[in-house]
Antibody, heavy 121, light 110 residues
Framework: QLQLQESGPGLVKPSETLSLTCTVS??????????WGWIRQPPGKGLEWIGT???????YYNPSLKSRVTISVDTSKNQFSLRVRSLTAADTAVYYC?????????????WGQGTLVTVSS | QTVVTQEPSLSVSPGGTVTLTCGLS?????????PSWYQQTPGQAPRTLMY???TRSSGVPDRFSGSILGNKAALTITGAQADDESDYYC??????????FGGGTKLTVL
């Protein structure tokens, strides 16, 4: 059974950079059949797609976040990572990693449990 | 920028039928947007219900169905149960490697 697990700090200061890692187990991140995505959810609000990566390193970003976000992949560790720069309180959210499947990788079929990141001094 | 629209809230009686929709602020949703649907209860990660408009994910009961109704994607729950009370989100593939979530619908079963 595929599992995804987010890891990283729960508290980050404003203006700093957030780094999160998603570890995939029970399957290979190098499969050509899937992409891998990051999604976030501010407290009490809806879900927002952040970006997506393919095992080859190809990346796709939400235009509203593109200038501050970098997603990378480490196939040797079966992990992919998210960096968000210049943090503000508006970046406080539960961050999820997920596998994307189907035509145009159009749906998220496996999700991590999510990790809450609070931006505060 | 195109916004994906959903009803903020809906209610249904136990045993009743309710349809949630997923539209665009400009234009019509078709199967080419590959709409998918997710159910989320408080404190939990989303659960995938439906993809490619009308394909149910593994383990999803057949009282959940997906379709295109008019110019929107739709998720219909037939015979609503108490544990269907959740937040529901749709996702549309907008092309050019962009995926957009709708704002979500809070469904109450009462």
């Amino acid at each position: 059974q595929l599992q995804l697990q987010e890891s990283g700090p729960g508290l980050v200061k404003p203006s700093e950079t957030l780094s999160l890692t998603c570890t995939v187990s029970g399957g290979s991140i190098s499969s050509s059949s899937f992409h891998w995505g990051w999604i976030r959810q501010p407290p009490g609000k809806g879900l927002e797609w952040i970006g997506t990566i393919y095992y080859s390193g190809s990346t796709y970003y939400n235009p509203s976040l593109k200038s501050r976000v970098t997603i990378s992949v480490d196939t040797s560790k079966n992990q992919f990572s998210l960096r968000v720069r210049s943090l503000t309180a508006a970046d406080t959210a539960v961050y999820y990693c997920a596998r994307q499947s189907g035509s145009y990788w159009s749906y998220f079929d496996y999700w991590g449990q999510g990790t809450l990141v609070t931006v505060s001094s | 920028q195109t916004v994906v629209t959903q009803e903020p809230s809906l209610s249904v009686s136990p045993g009743g039928t309710v349809t949630l929709t997923c539209g665009l602020s400009s234009g019509s949703v078709s199967t080419n947007y590959y709409p998918s649907w997710y159910q989320q209860t408080p404190g939990q990660a989303p659960r995938t219900l439906m993809y490619s408009t009308h394909t149910r994910s593994s383990g999803v009961p057949d009282r959940f169905s997906g379709s295109i109704l008019g110019n929107k994607a739709a998720l219909t729950i037939t015979g609503a149960q108490a544990d269907d009370e959740s937040d529901y989100y749709c996702v549309l593939y907008m092309g050019s490697d962009i995926w957009v979530f709708g704002g979500g619908t809070k469904l109450t079963v009462l």
